[in-house]
């Protein structure tokens, strides 16, 4: 029969039709429901054997690759994984160190313990493969079932054995629990808790035990995986990782062109390129195709760290149709000159602006300096309007023969009266490219930084809490405004070396409010902040302002010259000052109350973590959710500093009348 006499369609993002009701009720209609997940890893894995099938004359048959392949392991011990499905992360690259893994079930099982259901149960696990004697089972009918994860639950099929084998379900009884927790519904794991319980007592565990038991299953319900969708996740991982283990320039080859309208993630690919010694090269209109492309070294055809051309369809204003045309034109062999270019390629299809943007990232380098290029960019239109007109003009003998009557027109390129300097160039790579390509305009910059201010990616956890001073170049700016009207800001800064956020509160805002533009260069000091919500230490640092101020080009060229000593900055050894008594209380006395009449503001609730998260102390938080009919406290898990001016952020950002401390 026809769905709509079931569920209510609608037209859903990116033109897909889909019901207006949740999983929940489509399937209590009696409606099959079924997930089909698409992945992007797929299309990259399979341009990548595009490109080694093209570049190497090498056809991999991934079903055929040994699953104990010592280059892959080596790189997933290193933790080299950026690129790598579902193992790039910070948090999932120190876990990978740690474990060191040897075996495909390392993979299958890190795939399914990076989870918020069974996270907190990796160091178990990662002790428990390094050290045998550290495994232990909470009763020793949990052994057959968790041994070969080192006695960590890890897996639903785990549960659906430990519910019956432990707790005298049986099979159906075993996969409704399951169920519930796949559909993370608490209602049914709570009602399920005294028939459990009584169970396991009959079995031979201790209340205590199975009590204990109980609580490790609990978490499960907040996301966890079976070990069938583990284990294809793990096959996707491996693929990836060996791909980029045996031909890194492949590999990160199609990365790059699957991201290449994700300025932010190709970023970070490049820069994945620098550290594995892969070049990247500029486009260029000989040697560029759409996508990112492999350029073989000419010595040494079989070096699979070859360099790697930039597609010229990541170029802004130059879209798949202009590539093509270029491509179509070169397919009768490269272009000699620019007038050759201006000759062959179609300005109608290849515009003004798809003409300066390609000039502007560097395209035509071969055939003269992107100042001139610009300055006789209409010259040059006229000079390919005027040329493929008489090409076109068709014009034959009365036997139907091509006759050459006009001799091809000179194009003459007038110098401009001043040329671009390198940085101007350099930020037309930016805006066109979305990053720096040929070179970092830090490079000037780099003695005054390097005598000034700590390199941003040495700044680690432990660096938590302590004064540091950073520089470098604005990313990106964003700007919030509080629930008192006042202006805040996040800001994505980078030196040569990586790229952190720093956090601007109204007050130091407002003392800095016209610095914060993209390209400035600043010198920042601060306080490093790494604290996830939990208030435990968090792989990701931030940097909470104090003051900034611009270091221009004539300061930084003059800085140059100087020759001063240098001075290796560090991060001071110093706590932040304590300015409060309540810094050293116990977290009952005093406690502070923060009030939300609702949880939907995203901004606001972000920046109540940051604030809370860059202001560790004593003082217990208190959130109270809701109004005077329906209000709901929840005990924080991490304290904060009540000091005045913790507390004069917290009114500015939720009102002085929602920040009690008592």
């Known amino acids: 029969d026809d769905i709509v006499n079931f569920a209510p369609l609608e037209m859903a ?6 019901t207006q009701y949740a999983m929940g009720p489509v399937e209590e209609l009696g409606l099959l429901k079924m997930d089909f997940l698409g992945l992007s890893n797929l299309t990259i894995i399979n341009n990548a054997l595009r490109i080694i099938r093209k570049v190497y004359s090498n056809d991999i048959d991934l079903s055929t690759i040994p699953k104990d392949d010592t280059l892959t392991f080596e790189l997933l011990q290193r933790a080299d994984t950026t690129g790598v499905f579902q193992l790039e992360s910070a948090g999932m690259k120190r876990y990978l160190k740690e474990l060191r893994p040897t075996l495909f079930e390392d993979i299958i099982a890190m795939n399914a313990l990076y989870r918020p259901g069974p996270m907190s149960e990796i160091p178990r696990f990662i002790e428990g493969k390094n050290n045998a004697a550290s495994i232990h089972y909470l009763h020793q009918s949990l052994e057959p079932i968790l041994k070969d994860t080192y006695g960590v639950m890890v897996y639903q099929e785990q549960i659906i054995k430990l519910l019956q084998l432990v707790a005298g379900y049986t099979p159906g009884e075993a996969d409704l629990v399951r169920k519930a927790i796949g559909k993370k519904n608490r209602g049914i794991m709570q009602a399920e808790e005294p028939k459990f319980i009584k169970g396991c007592l009959r079995q031979g565990l201790t209340e205590r035990q199975a009590n204990q038991l109980w609580a490790q299953i609990q978490p499960f319900a907040d996301y966890s995986f079976n070990k069938a969708h583990a284990t294809c996740y793990a096959q996707i991982a491996y693929w990836t990782a060996y791909l980029k283990a045996h031909y890194p320039a492949a590999f990160m080859a199609a990365l790059m062109t699957t991201a290449y309208d994700d300025t932010d993630r190709l970023a970070i690919e490049i820069s994945e390129c620098q550290h594995m010694g892969i070049q990247v090269l500029p486009p260029d209109v000989n040697e560029s195709f759409v996508e990112f492309a492999v350029v073989p070294d000419a010595e040494k055809p079989d070096n699979r760290r070859a360099a790697i051309r930039f597609g010229m369809v990541a170029i802004k204003n130059v879209g798949t149709g202009a590539v093509e045309e270029i491509l179509r034109a070169r ?25 300066e943007s390609l000039v502007k990232a560097g395209a035509f380098d071969r055939f003269g300096d992107r100042s001139t290029l610009l300055h006789n960019l209409d010259v040059m239109l006229a000079y390919a309007s005027r040329l493929q007109k008489q090409q076109s003009s068709g014009q034959t003998d009365l036997f139907g023969n091509a006759t050459e009557v006009v001799s091809r027109p000179q194009l003459t390129l007038e110098a401009p009266a001043t040329k671009f300097d390198t940085r101007e160039q350099l930020l037309w790579e930016r805006e066109l490219l979305g990053l720096y390509l040929s070179q970092h305009p830090l490079e000037l910059f780099e ?34 405004t509080t629930k008192n009207g006042q202006k805040m800001a996040f800001v994505k800064l980078e030196d040569r070396f990586g790229e952190i956020e720093v956090i601007l509160f109204p007050n130091s805002f407002q003392q800095t409010v016209g610095l914060w533009e993209r390209d400035r260069v600043v010198l920042i000091r601060g306080k490093v902040n790494a604290r996830d919500r939990e208030g435990n230490q968090s792989s990701e640092v931030k940097v909470m302002v104090d003051d900034a101020r611009e270091i221009t080009t004539e300061q930084a060229t003059a800085y140059q010259t100087t020759g001063k000593k240098k001075k290796t900055p560090t991060v001071s050894k110093k706590p932040v000052p304590k300015t409060s008594a309540t810094d050293d209380k116990p977290m009952s006395d005093p406690k502070l109350y923060i009030r939300l009449k609702t949880s939907e503001d995203e901004a606001i609730l972000r920046t109540l973590k940051q604030t809370l998260d860059g202001h560790q102390g004593a003082t217990e938080v208190v959130l109270v959710l809701g ?22 952020s917290l009114r500015e950002l939720v009102g002085a009348d929602n920040v009690k401390l008592h």
């Open 13 to 18: 993002q990116k033109g897909v039709v889909s």
């Open 331 to 355: 397919a009768d062999g490269p272009f000699e000159s620019i007038d050759d270019y201006l000759g062959r390629v179609s300005s109608r299809i290849v515009n003004r602006k798809a003409l």
């Open 447 to 480: 003695k005054f930084l390097e005598e000034q201010t700590i390199a941003i990616n040495t700044l680690k956890p432990e660096h938590d809490g302590k004064a540091v001073t950073i520089g470098g170049a604005i990313v990106d700016v964003r700007e919030i």
């Open 627 to 648: 109004d005077a009919d329906a209000r709901q406290a929840v005990k924080l898990p991490a304290g904060v500093n009540s000091e005045a001016i913790v507390l004069d």
